[in-house]
């Protein structure tokens, strides 16, 4: 079965500080694996990373993965009380019986960054 | 404007009698699926559809029943709902399986 786990759970910062979400899995034929914000409401996209070794960046946040130890990091630099939100990181792979892909998701971090 | 709806955003309804929540995309996008997420587990998905008329189990697929039958609609069909499918539902979207999944504004159901 699929596994994807997220570390840590909850997560308290002050503004300015520098945060890592950790993401570690374990899944059969893996694809891609991708990193959503939620915040009240539905999840939005962040990053989508398939190869070892290559940032994706996109503003105070950076993501990289590394596939040979199966895990990922998110990192926001410079944190503001707007990045508060749940953090989910969710990994493809192949679903044997059908043949077909599918995700499967970390329970999440949370964030809370205060003033 | 790309999005993906589902009606109804809020939903309350005994047990045992039948319901579906519609989801539409206007994307063009091949790929669609259901999500539940409850506190403490997280996202987990239901069913999804690489196609029109081409369906598959996620991980929670009892009690849940789809259909594909064209590209924008994939409704999620609860013939006979119970309390432990009290959740907050999520329809999304993609291109195809490996691009980013667009969600849907969410369907939050009581089962009573």
């Known amino acids: 079965e699929d596994k994807v786990v997220q570390s840590p759970l909850s997560l308290v910062v002050h503004e300015g500080d520098t945060v890592t979400l950790n993401c570690s899995y374990e899944v059969t034929n893996f694809r891609s694996l991708l990193w959503y914000k939620q915040e009240k409401k539905a999840p939005t996209f962040l990053f989508m990373l398939t190869s070892s070794g290559i940032e994706k960046k996109s503003g105070r946040l950076s993501s990289i993965l590394d596939k040979k130890e199966l895990f990922s990091i998110l990192n926001i630099t410079a944190t503001q009380t707007g990045d508060s939100a749940v953090y989910l990181c969710a990994v493809e792979g192949k679903n044997s019986g059908a043949g077909s892909y599918q995700l499967t998701f970390g329970k999440g971090t949370k964030l809370s960054v205060i003033p | 404007e790309a999005q993906v709806t589902q009606n109804p955003r809020y939903l309350i309804t005994v047990t045992g009698k039948k319901l579906t929540v519609t989801c539409s995309q206007n994307?063009?996008?091949?790929?669609m699926s259901w999500y539940r997420q409850d506190p403490g587990l997280g996202l987990r998905q239901i069913y999804y559809s690489m196609n029109v008329e081409v369906t598959d189990k996620g991980d929670v697929p009892e009690g849940y029943k789809v259909s594909r039958k064209e590209k924008r609609n994939f409704p999620l069909i609860l013939e006979s709902p119970s309390p432990n499918q009290t959740s907050l539902y999520f329809c999304?979207?993609?291109?195809?399986?490996?691009?980013?999944?667009?969600f849907g504004p969410g369907t939050r159901l009581t089962v009573t």
């Open positions: 994307m063009n996008h091949e790929y």
């Open positions: 999304a979207s993609s291109l195809d399986g490996s691009y980013e999944q667009y």
